[in-house]
């Protein structure tokens, strides 16, 4: 089963590759992490998608929390959230093809954010499974090279993941 954490931590070097490694000694797959700046500039949050079966999860929180630099775990999954993901995509194009490019671009809601002779970079922002259609789509053109995020996700219920239970 998929998972998603939002982990709070302390902002200090090397918390990021210490809850990296715990996870990954627990034999979890880590799918996403991402590490940003809170609302508190001493705070921040990690988020992680891992694939495992709840009991592992259980473990691997255990010993999260039990880590000097964590401040709180919450476990997203069970909730309705809001989950995010940036894509770059260069793809060819063409003088011939760039109309059709610009049409999936619009269909898409993203942007064209670099254009040269030979190529241009498209921003996507949205769902995994947006990206995913679009890079299917953007193929029959040739994607000369992609990056992605790892995920963002904020819980949808009113409070903030510092105050939950």
């Given amino acids: 089963m998929r998972h998603t954490i939002a982990v709070l931590v302390e902002n200090r070097p090397g918390v990021l590759v210490h809850i990296a490694g715990l996870i990954a000694r627990r034999a979890f797959n880590i ?3 991402t590490a940003g700046y ?3 500039a001493d705070v921040t949050r990690i988020t992680i ?3 495992g079966d709840n009991r592992n999860l259980e473990q691997v929180v255990n010993q999260l929390s039990k880590l000097v630099d964590v401040i709180k775990i919450v476990e997203l999954t069970a909730e309705p ?3 995010r993901e940036l894509a770059l995509i260069k793809v060819k194009a063409r003088p011939e093809t760039r109309s059709d490019i610009v049409d999936i671009v619009e269909i898409f809601r993203a942007k064209i954010v670099d254009v040269n002779r030979e190529t241009m970079v498209i921003e996507l922002t949205g ?5 995913d259609a ?3 789509v953007l193929a ?3 994607i000369v090279e992609m990056v992605r995020t790892g995920k963002v996700a904020l819980s949808r219920k ?3 993941a510092k105050d939950s239970e």
């Fill in 31 to 33: 799918e996403s992490i």
């Fill in 38 to 40: 809170t609302e508190e």
């Fill in 49 to 51: 998608v891992v694939e």
């Fill in 81 to 83: 959230l809001i989950e």
């Fill in 127 to 131: 769902e995994e499974t947006k990206i």
């Fill in 134 to 136: 679009l890079c299917e």
């Fill in 140 to 142: 029959d053109h040739g």
């Fill in 158 to 160: 009113p409070g903030a």
